[in-house]
Nanobody, 121 residues
Framework: QVQLVESGGGLAQPGGSRRLSCAASGSILSINAMGWYRQAPGTSRDSVAISHSDGTTNYADSVKGRFTISRDNAKNMVYLQMNKLEPEDTAVYYC???????????????WGQGTQVTVSS
């Protein structure tokens, strides 16, 4: 009923930039939070940046000042601009959204399939 599709992953050099995009589609009535998580091999999936429907944003301490989250509510899209990339940013990045379906009465969470970001020289 709902799909989250990420794009923009790939290889970047240390100090470089990449922009991730995520499009939500399906039987969507409204979206509350949209954001990004990441998971490196052997680690847990951790929050990177979240954009709430009230306009507030939250960032992991490790990306503050380097990453910027933005969203286009009309298109049901969320973006992650990643600057000053570091090798420690290498991970699979997952899009996440809390969505209320048409005909539904509550919000539930959905995940994208993930996109690999590798930072290496």
């Amino acid at each position: 009923q709902v799909q989250l599709v990420e794009s923009g992953g790939g290889l970047a050099q240390p100090g470089g930039s990449r922009r991730l995009s995520c499009a939500a589609s399906g039987s969507i009535l409204s979206i509350n939070a949209m954001g990004w998580y990441r998971q490196a091999p052997g680690t847990s999936r951790d929050s990177v940046a979240i954009s709430h429907s009230d306009g507030t944003t939250n960032y992991a301490d490790s990306v503050k000042g380097r990453f910027t989250i933005s969203r286009d509510n009309a298109k049901n899209m969320v973006y992650l601009q990643m600057n000053k990339l570091e090798p420690e940013d290498t991970a699979v990045y997952y899009c996440f959204a809390t969505i209320r379906l048409r005909g539904g009465s509550y919000y539930q969470g959905y995940w994208g399939q993930g996109t690999q970001v590798t930072v290496s020289s």
